[in-house]
């Protein structure tokens, strides 16, 4: 069964760009069945899907991004190890958020990390 994980700093200085990586055990990212997603949910919100990177390594940013968010927005792999990252640049308090990775299948995402706390603070 497939596992994701995130990993990443709990807190950002304002300005500064936040990374975050996503470990996948139990499937590859290169397999064409998957693409693999970043989603965040700023406290009290909802879910914000941002985009995702499929097999071949191209990425897709979710057309609801806003233009600021996403110029901001980068995802990347590293298939040597099975990895997907994020990275957001230029974060702002509003960047805080739980940060999930998924598993996507025909547009859903069924497979989550268990998320990770993002606080963008000076």
């Known amino acids: 069964q497939v596992q994701l994980q995130e990993s990443g700093p709990g807190l950002v200085k304002p300005s500064q760009t936040l990374s975050l990586t996503c470990t996948v055990s139990g499937g590859s990212i290169t397999s064409s069945s998957y693409a693999w997603s970043w989603i965040r949910q700023p406290p009290g919100k909802g879910l914000e899907w941002m985009g995702v990177?499929?097999?071949?390594?191209?990425?897709?940013?979710?057309?609801s991004l806003s233009p600021s968010l996403k110029s901001r927005t980068s995802i990347s792999r590293d298939t040597s190890k099975n990895q997907f990252s994020l990275q957001l640049s230029s974060v702002t308090p509003e960047d805080t958020a739980v940060y999930y990775c998924?598993?996507?299948?025909?547009?859903?995402?069924?497979?989550w990390g268990q998320g990770t706390q993002v606080t963008v603070s000076s």
């Open positions: 990177i499929i097999y071949d390594g191209r990425t897709y940013y979710s057309p």
């Open positions: 998924a598993r996507v299948e025909n547009y859903i995402p069924g497979y």
